[in-house]
């Protein structure tokens, strides 16, 4: 189940292939932005933790982090080649890990930086304005640090992606989302105030050779030894958020590979017997994810802007649906809803999603520079562009719109041997047929 997919069913027949198929663009290339900007994040964490323990005497060099970015997200493959039944293991393993890591850190932080000298009053914390971006009024700066907020909470249909490979989706996955998001939001709010109290001077920590903020505020506060620590179990934790992430990018190429949305579409629907993963979608988008991130040997500024355009681009491809639900009337509900208050949250997100996006795309400061420009806008574009110019010159020749369930069921009465399983011609094999009239199987 995939965000374009829902298009079919809020909005009217005629309008279903182009709107679903900008909206799917949109959800891709968000994603690959994602993970990307993802795995950027988890490499500088980690050469953090070594510049931490070299006293930092050494300092990360761009074409270092890229490189191990480009690593870690080969990594990131290697999980996503294992079958659903290791990624399910793992990730309840990173929910109790990430939990543990949260409470024992924010424990430690309290207590030690009183001894270190960088705790706050809650005055401080609450009351305290540092405007340093030259945007007047302060409110209006206030506004860019939704960032980083709307960037961790964004892929909020992870789930969604793999609803095909799980019991009773319609219930369970809506609730996987819904607690995800609660618990993100409820444990973010609360750990970026104990940061804030015991933060110490932001000048000096944004003046980190490091370039990285938290890491810094780690060491200043439990030393080199808890710093080290903290550092990489953050790394950990975002790392199991690449292999997630990469999960549901790689269902997502899977899916539109199915209804031919992108070029080579027969070749990113094999599936490999051993896994049951669809193997080639996996290292086509490590491929893009590395690649995008190659613009950072030119120019972080290039780089930060695909944080950005992260953020606008999912949350643009969740809004398209509601607003054809709330437009056309079509949507029928399913087992788990929002009742009476569903309206209003549609509403109230369509507008907050418009509004952040304008802040999303302005420069972060005055005045603006080569080196401070923000280069979201020009992605944001180019995404748009690339979308539409691919369905001009290909994509409304054929595309009809997703695959339903009636097309799908007669494709299988058509094609398949018997209900439970289909013989794979070249070898002879059984193969479930859900994954037979999903992709092809890889021999």
């Known amino acids: 189940m995939h965000v374009y997919y829902t298009i079919s069913r809020t909005a009217p027949k005629e309008w279903v292939p182009s709107v679903s198929w900008v909206t799917g663009w949109l959800n891709l290339l968000g994603q690959i932005a994602g993970v990307a900007s993802s795995e950027w994040g988890a490499a500088a964490l980690l050469l953090a933790a070594v510049s931490m323990g070299t006293d930092f005497k050494y300092t990360p060099t761009v074409g270092q982090t890229v490189g191990v970015m480009a690593g870690g997200t080969v990594l990131t493959g290697v999980v996503n080649s294992l079958s659903t039944y290791w990624m399910e293991k793992m990730t309840k393993s990173y929910v109790i890990f990430h939990v543990l890591v949260l409470v024992t850190c924010s424990i430690a932080l309290l207590s030690l930086s009183k001894h270190a000298g960088t705790n706050h009053t809650a005055k401080y914390v609450f009351t305290d304005v540092d405007n340093t971006s030259g945007w007047t009024p302060t409110g209006?700066?206030?506004?860019?640090?939704?960032?980083?907020?709307?960037?961790?909470?964004?892929?909020?249909?992870?789930?969604?992606?793999?609803?095909?490979?799980?019991?009773?989706?319609?219930?369970?996955?809506?609730?996987?989302i819904s607690m995800a998001m609660l618990f993100t939001y409820v444990a973010g709010f609360l750990f970026n105030i104990v940061l804030c109290f015991v933060m110490g001077d932001p000048a000096e920590i944004l003046a980190s050779a490091i370039a990285q903020p938290v890491a810094q505020i780690?060491?200043?506060?439990?030393?080199?030894?808890?710093?080290?620590?903290?550092?990489?179990?953050?790394?950990?934790?975002?790392?199991?958020?690449?292999?997630?992430?990469?999960?549901?990018?790689?269902?997502?190429?899977?899916?539109?590979?199915?209804?031919?949305?992108?070029?080579f579409s027969s070749v990113w629907v094999k599936i490999l017997p051993l896994t049951g993963t669809p193997i080639l979608a996996v290292w086509i988008?490590?491929?893009?994810?590395?690649?995008?991130?190659?613009?950072g040997l030119g120019s972080y500024t290039a780089i930060a802007g695909v944080?950005?355009?992260?953020?606008?681009?999912l949350d643009w491809s969740y809004c398209i649906p509601i607003v054809c639900k709330l437009a056309f009337g079509r949507f029928e509900r399913g087992p788990w809803h929002l009742g009476k208050f569903s309206t209003i949250i549609n509403v109230?997100?369509?507008?907050?999603?418009?509004?952040v996006s304008?802040?999303?795309?302005?420069?972060?400061?005055?005045?603006?520079?080569?080196?401070?420009?923000?280069?979201?806008?020009?992605?944001?574009?180019?995404?748009?562009?690339?979308?539409?110019?691919?369905?001009?010159?290909?994509g409304r020749?054929?595309?009809?719109?997703?695959?339903?369930?009636?097309?799908?069921?007669?494709?299988?009465?058509?094609?398949?041997?018997?209900?439970?399983?289909?013989?794979?011609?070249?070898?002879?094999?059984?193969?479930?047929a859900k994954t037979a009239r999903h992709g092809n199987v890889i021999q």
């Open 140 to 176: 209006w700066s206030f506004l860019f640090g939704f960032l980083s907020v709307s960037w961790t909470m964004t892929d909020y249909d992870a789930t969604a992606h793999i609803t095909e490979e799980i019991r009773e989706p319609e219930k369970k996955a809506p609730w996987a």
């Open 218 to 263: 780690f060491y200043n506060v439990l030393g080199k030894s808890g710093g080290i620590v903290f550092t990489v179990c953050a790394f950990i934790i975002i790392k199991f958020v690449t292999f997630t992430a990469m999960q549901a990018l790689a269902r997502t190429v899977f899916a539109f590979s199915r209804d031919q949305l992108v070029p």
């Open 285 to 295: 988008s490590v491929f893009w994810c590395i690649a995008i991130n190659l613009i």
């Open 307 to 313: 944080f950005n355009v992260c953020a606008i681009a």
């Open 348 to 355: 109230w997100a369509c507008v907050w999603t418009l509004f």
């Open 358 to 394: 304008i802040i999303f795309i302005m420069p972060t400061a005055l005045p603006v520079t080569a080196q401070n420009m923000n280069y979201a806008v020009v992605y944001l574009f180019g995404i748009l562009f690339f979308s539409l110019f691919y369905w001009v010159i290909r």
């Open 397 to 432: 020749k054929f595309y009809t719109g997703p695959l339903i369930e009636a097309e799908i069921n007669e494709d299988d009465s058509q094609n398949t041997r018997s209900s439970d399983e289909v013989l794979d011609e070249k070898s002879g094999t059984a193969v479930d």
